[in-house]
């Protein structure tokens, strides 16, 4: 845990650093995460409704482009389904899933986004933007729960990978609440594109679909 918290406040520095003369916006972000495997023993089973807490920082290069960066935790998740038997490693004895469970993945990650955000001059009192770029994430958390079975809250770690990476893009609007300030709402898609498993045999990427909330200032 020690490990996680020198990680989190070296990026948190580095924010800071970067964010000499520029814009912050505190979020809460209300998503739904889904899993998607590509064998066909193993089904998506649908989604997790989470939620994204953080800081980003806009370093404008001119008026109307930024750099994007900043920290969030990342509560997300997913539902696999396993058509065979799943042994899985606990914190307890390692265990065996029964065929046809559906495994219910919590996760938490340190997330650190880097991309370009474009917005419109303001109109009125509103701003228009939209955002791409790249995410990545550092697992510290992952639990997992199947229904009708002994499994629940079990610490899972050892089925997800440390490091998590993805795309994304959304758009949204910014009205001026005054000054400098802004109430931030939008929408963000996200897609990983690398194995979130240590399953050689198979491979499972992590998407959602956010909708920021947010305070700019």
Known sequence: MKKYLFIAIIALVSVKAFAQSSRFTVFVDPKFSWMTPDLKDINSDGSDLGVN???????????????????????????????????????????????????????????VPLGLKLKTNEIGYLTFYTHLGLNGGINIKATGDVDDYELENKNI??????????????????????????????????????DITPDTDNKATLSNLAIRIGILF
């Open 157 to 194: 770690s050892e089925e997800v990978r440390l490091f998590n990476l993805g795309y994304y893009i959304g758009a949204g609007i910014e009205y001026s609440i005054g000054g400098n300030s802004a109430i931030v709402l939008g929408l963000t898609y996200t897609n990983g594109f690398i």
């Open 53 to 111: 807490i953080g800081l980003n920082v806009d370093k404008f290069f001119s008026d109307n482009y930024a750099i994007m960066t900043g920290i969030s935790i990342d509560n997300t998740g997913g539902k696999l389904q396993y058509l065979n038997e799943k042994p899985i490693e606990t914190n307890g004895p390692n265990d065996t899933i029964p065929a046809g469970s559906t495994l219910n993945y919590n996760l938490q990650y340190i997330s």
